[in-house]
């Protein structure tokens, strides 16, 4: 009788155990996911966005390329939206612009991305620093931490591509941008929006 019980007791504990076992794979399998290799290249793709808008190569199209062919730059301070490869160039400050960046003591450190799966890629937001150059800054405004970027990532036959990159100013923080630029904030919009210092 006691063995019965016992031949019992392990039994239900195997079904138990198998049946977590196989429902386990069906919840993880419709969470989307990420690889290592991913996180490594979205990685990538943001340190050779810094590196191409520093130094406008090919004339600003090294940094359109880095987007996809749809893809946008918005500025959220204004709401202007860089789209498609030519204007993304411009933005770059290439495309006939003369590229004045790399002449400026002006670059771009992006710091503490955060990368997060979604269904049709990932999303990420990062902090933006301008060091300067040898203690020169282009302007009082392109000088210290600036906001950041909230982004969207696709991953393309071509590797992962930036779809849409917003440079999100203080006092609306990255990850936390709803499409409205700090100059439409009105005054109730802006004492919604959290201080910078948060």
């Not at 006691?2 to 399998?29: D, E, H, N």
């Not at 204004?78 to 002449?103: D, H, I």
């Not at 990932?122 to 800054?137: C, V």
């Amino acid at each position: 009788m006691v063995s019965y019980r016992i031949l019992l007791v392990a039994s239900i504990s195997a079904l138990a155990a198998g049946a977590t076992a196989a429902q386990a794979p069906a919840k993880q399998a419709s969470q989307p996911a990420l690889t290592a290799l991913d996180y490594i290249e979205i990685e990538q793709l943001t340190r050779k966005y810094a590196w191409a808008i520093d130094t406008c190569s090919n004339d600003g199209f090294d940094y359109a390329d880095l987007y996809t062919p749809d893809g946008a730059f918005i500025d959220g301070q204004t709401g202007r939206r860089y789209q498609g490869r030519e204007q993304l160039a411009e933005a770059a400050g290439g495309n006939g612009r003369g590229c004045p960046f790399p002449k400026m003591p002006l670059s771009h450190l992006i710091l503490n991305l955060i990368i997060e799966p979604t269904a049709d890629g990932a999303i990420g937001k990062s902090y933006l620093i301008y060091p300067g150059r040898n203690g020169q800054y282009a302007d009082e405004k392109h000088h210290g931490h600036d906001g950041g970027y909230q982004d969207i990532f696709v991953r393309t036959t071509d590797g992962w591509r930036f779809k849409e990159r917003v440079h999100v100013h203080p006092p609306q923080i990255p990850g936390e941008y709803k499409g409205v630029p700090n100059d439409q904030l009105g005054a109730a919009g802006a004492a919604a929006v959290p201080p910078a210092g948060r």
